[in-house]
């Protein structure tokens, strides 16, 4: 009796630890060729960190790149003296680094429960050079990650309280499952505790509290318990997130 053996096309030569991987499919890896994969395989470590982790500081010492494989990021400057500001958020599948780059005063904290996959930073710059579209992909992320940082640059200038609330949710909501359909309901996990919620939108942690409860009783949102919510409709939300600037 014949034997048919069939192969998977999409994962002919691609190593196993690659092939469910997301950064792959949605990431920078996705530049790559099974061959480069296999290259940057060899050098790969996977890890997982607790909240409150640096993660920068446990790369630069490493000389390490990775790609957030879950998990949430937050993005910290610090001033002169000593208070800190959240700049930005990473999600999955994002990578973190700077590429051919001086060191950033921007730390990378881990905010829940972060999963990564880490390379050295010399086979990833190797890699680089030798694929323009994998330094597409990272020039199309840091272009989507400025114009974010214009967003929340114009959300913190001229949006309301609850306009500010309601745009962080919708942050969260989209990189949660940005392919859900938008009427569809969903469930989210906010990553961070309500203080540093107020940190990122300028407001007070009372603010946010307020705000969230005024969101709730417009059923723009239901909240679950201190940290999820069930969004029912992300339209709604959005409307909500710019009912002064449409």
Request: hydrophobic residues 40%.
């Amino acid at each position: 009796m014949e034997t048919i053996i069939r192969k998977d096309i999409h994962n002919s030569g691609i190593p196993a630890v690659c092939q469910s991987c997301e950064a792959r499919h949605k990431g920078v890896c996705g530049a790559l060729s099974p061959e480069q994969l296999q290259r940057l395989s060899k050098h790969t470590s996977k890890s997982v960190h607790e909240p409150n982790t640096d993660l920068s500081t446990e790369a630069a010492t490493a000389g390490r790149y990775a790609n957030i494989l879950s998990g949430v990021v937050k993005l910290t400057k610090m001033s002169r003296d000593g208070r800190q500001q959240i700049v930005g958020l990473q999600f999955a599948p994002d990578f973190m680094g700077r590429p051919f780059a001086q060191n950033t005063d921007v730390e990378a904290v881990a905010s829940t429960n972060v999963r990564l996959c880490s390379f050295p930073v010399s086979v990833l710059e190797e890699l680089l050079e030798e694929t323009p579209a994998m330094e597409r992909r990272i020039n199309q992320q840091t272009m989507a990650e400025l114009d974010e940082a214009r967003d929340w640059l114009f959300a913190l200038g001229r949006k309301s309280a609850q306009e500010k609330v309601a745009s962080f949710i919708l942050l969260i909501a989209t990189h949660a499952d940005p392919e859900r359909v938008v009427d569809q309901a969903l469930v989210i996990e906010l990553p961070l505790k309500r203080a540093d919620i107020a940190d990122f939108l300028g407001l007070t942690i009372e603010t946010v509290s307020r705000q969230i409860t005024n969101l709730r009783k417009a059923e723009v949102l239901e909240v679950i318990d201190r940290y999820r919510m069930r969004i029912p409709n992300l339209i709604v939300l959005r409307k909500a997130a710019s009912a002064g600037n449409g």
